[in-house]
């Protein structure tokens, strides 16, 4: 699997760059006649998506469907042999969403309570003030963190530190590379905060099912795409066939939420735990981040492509940059 993507707007080198990755491995077990299945998808319940639909006067929906569009023509382009293509507006992901959290709610852990801190609307996430430098979110240092103070859920990630720590103990490969996981291992060891998994007063996003004044929060709803993909709440042969995932390839900046989070939400809902989190380097231009909020850094993946063809892009991609760790695109040194 990859990441799912926001789709306030088009995919950038950044992004299409952790989709090649995806793809080569993908490739390379089918050649060694592995059954594999390869899953990407677009991430759509996000307030970012939600303000960016209205201001192209769209309903949400039909900007979601118009933006799917633009993001398959763009992995069409790059020659992704991707299986399957999920978004978190399809029922299905509803489903699968409504299955996890009704678990966790039976099991106890999810209860609800007041949440009080700072919000990076950018990240669509709360932050700690350990998260901030100089008070902003490093990875949106444009945009102020807004306090909110809400009624919410929460799931009861603090219960889950030390079973995360035993199965990391027990799957050294669990999280690559060696400098993620060692990120990952600190932060746990020092401890873990239960998280809100709900939202008051939106209607944009998955009802809880315990509560349909509350949408689901978006990263928890996320998160849940890649059981939901293979048939979490909808498909009982399907799920037990492809499920747990052998790899999730992600960015390093959201490693936080697939080893540790998603394995807790897991452990909690009483499902097996995918086999290894890959969180690989950011790709920047001229030394710096690839990021929508920083638009002079932007390149088009089909642009790329468009140059010298989608073969030579991909090798650009996979043989210059060591995965795992950052890489810098630069059109000379492509060329």
């Keep these: 699997?990859?990441?799912?993507?926001?789709?306030?707007?088009?995919?950038?080198?950044?992004?299409?760059?952790?989709?090649?990755?995806?793809?080569?491995?993908?490739?390379?077990?089918?050649?060694?006649?592995?059954?594999?299945?390869?899953?990407?998808?677009?991430?759509?319940h996000s307030q970012n998506?939600?303000?960016?639909?209205?201001?192209?006067?769209?309903?949400?929906?039909?900007?979601?469907?118009?933006?799917?569009?633009?993001f398959r023509s763009a992995w069409r382009s790059l020659n992704l042999s991707f299986d399957?293509?999920?978004?978190?507006?399809?029922?299905?992901?509803?489903?699968?969403?409504?299955?996890?959290a009704s678990r966790l709610y039976a099991a106890g852990d999810i209860y609800k309570g007041t949440y009080e801190g700072?919000?990076?609307?950018?990240?669509?996430?709360?932050?700690?003030?350990?998260?901030?430098?100089?008070?902003?979110?490093?990875l949106h240092p444009q945009t102020e963190p807004q306090w909110l103070k809400e009624d919410n859920y929460f799931f009861r990630l603090s219960r889950y530190q030390q079973p995360l720590l035993d199965h990391f103990a027990a799957h050294p490969d669990f999280i690559q590379p060696d400098v993620r996981r060692n990120e990952i291992l600190r932060l746990v060891e020092g401890g873990l905060d239960d998280i809100s998994v709900s939202?008051?007063?939106?209607?944009?996003?998955?009802?809880?099912?315990?509560?349909?004044?509350?949408?689901?929060?978006?990263?928890f709803d996320a998160l849940i795409n890649y059981a939901s993909a293979v048939?979490?709440?909808?498909?009982?042969?399907?799920?037990?066939?492809?499920?747990p995932a052998d790899l999730h390839v992600i960015g390093k900046d959201i490693t936080r939420f697939h080893a540790v989070i998603w394995p807790?939400?897991?452990?909690?809902?009483?499902?097996?735990?995918?086999?290894r989190v890959f969180g690989h380097g950011f790709m920047t231009k001229d030394g710096q981040r690839m990021s929508k909020s920083?638009?002079?850094?932007?390149?088009?993946?089909?642009?790329?492509?468009?140059?010298?063809?989608?073969?030579?892009?991909?090798?650009?991609?996979?043989?210059?940059?060591?995965?795992g760790s950052d890489g810098d695109f630069g059109w000379d040194r492509f060329e």
């Design 294 to 323: 920083n638009p002079g850094t932007i390149i088009d993946p089909t642009v790329a492509a468009e140059r010298l063809g989608a073969d030579p892009l991909r090798l650009y991609l996979t043989k210059e940059i060591v995965f």
């Design 84 to 100: 399957d293509f999920i978004r978190t507006t399809q029922p299905r992901h509803k489903a699968g969403v409504t299955e996890l």
């Design 264 to 275: 807790a939400m897991l452990m909690a809902a009483g499902v097996p735990l995918p086999r």
């Design 1 to 44: 699997t990859t990441a799912i993507d926001y789709v306030n707007s088009r995919p950038h080198l950044g992004t299409a760059y952790e989709k090649i990755a995806a793809d080569v491995i993908a490739r390379y077990h089918r050649l060694k006649g592995d059954d594999v299945r390869f899953v990407m998808g677009n991430d759509e």
């Design 49 to 70: 998506v939600f303000r960016k639909a209205l201001e192209e006067g769209l309903d949400p929906t039909a900007y979601c469907d118009q933006m799917e569009q633009e």
């Design 199 to 219: 939202r008051a007063g939106q209607s944009w996003g998955i009802p809880l099912p315990f509560d349909s004044g509350s949408v689901v929060y978006v990263w």
């Design 118 to 138: 700072w919000y990076c609307v950018g990240c669509e996430a709360f932050k700690q003030e350990k998260d901030l430098v100089d008070g902003r979110c490093p």
């Design 231 to 243: 048939g979490l709440g909808t498909d009982t042969a399907m799920f037990e066939k492809w499920w």
